[in-house]
């Protein structure tokens, strides 16, 4: 949970797990801003149980997501396939006002794919997990 008792960024207004409260006293009103959802931050996935479109993963073209909101603040990600098409190369950079219960990348299920890179690092990939937690 995340409380503050003005928000940081106006997506929290926005945030389906945002509310308002407003304490049962007499005294003066304040009010706080609530995230009562520390979810998971979910990368290369369009919902949960939908990851993201084979088209965006090429070794031709780097699928860029720049300054993507989200309630806990903005993502930057990129996403591509190496010449071989055998790894999955993905940079990842937070804007956190907020921080997730966790972060997952969903790893779309490219055929022969072999291993996934994150910011220029291994990930810890077993090659048949469909998501890893960073």
């Known amino acids: 949970m995340w409380r503050t008792e003005q928000p940081h960024?106006?997506?929290v207004?926005?945030?389906?797990h945002a509310h308002c409260?407003?304490?049962r006293s007499s005294g003066p009103a304040t009010l706080t801003w609530t995230i009562t959802n520390p979810a998971?931050?979910?990368i290369l996935s369009l919902s949960?149980?939908?990851e993201c479109p084979l088209a965006w993963l090429r070794s031709d073209r780097q699928s860029r997501f720049l300054n993507m909101p989200t309630v806990f603040g903005p993502v930057d990600l990129t996403a591509e396939l190496d010449k071989t098409g055998k790894t999955l190369e993905?940079?990842?950079?937070q804007?956190?006002?907020?921080?997730p219960g966790?972060?997952?990348?969903h790893i779309p299920p490219v055929k022969g794919l072999k291993t996934v890179t994150v910011n220029g690092k291994p990930a810890k990939w077993d090659g048949k997990a469909q998501s890893i937690q960073l």
């Open 48 to 50: 949960k149980d939908e």
């Open 13 to 16: 207004l926005r945030s389906p």
């Open 102 to 105: 966790k972060v997952v990348l």
């Open 21 to 23: 409260e407003r304490p």
């Open 95 to 99: 804007h956190f006002h907020a921080k």
């Open 40 to 42: 998971t931050l979910r």
């Open 9 to 11: 960024h106006p997506s």
């Open 90 to 93: 993905v940079t990842y950079a």
